[in-house]
């Protein structure tokens, strides 16, 4: 289960980026 634990942050991880990418992109 370690391994699905680390995958959900990184996919986590990758939607804030992603978000703060979209955001920036806007301004």
């Known amino acids: 289960m ?3 634990e680390a995958l959900t942050d990184a996919l986590l991880d990758f939607a804030s ?3 703060l990418t979209n955001w ?3 301004e």
């Open 2 to 4: 370690e391994e699905l």
């Open 24 to 26: 920036l992109s806007r």
């Open 17 to 19: 980026v992603t978000d």
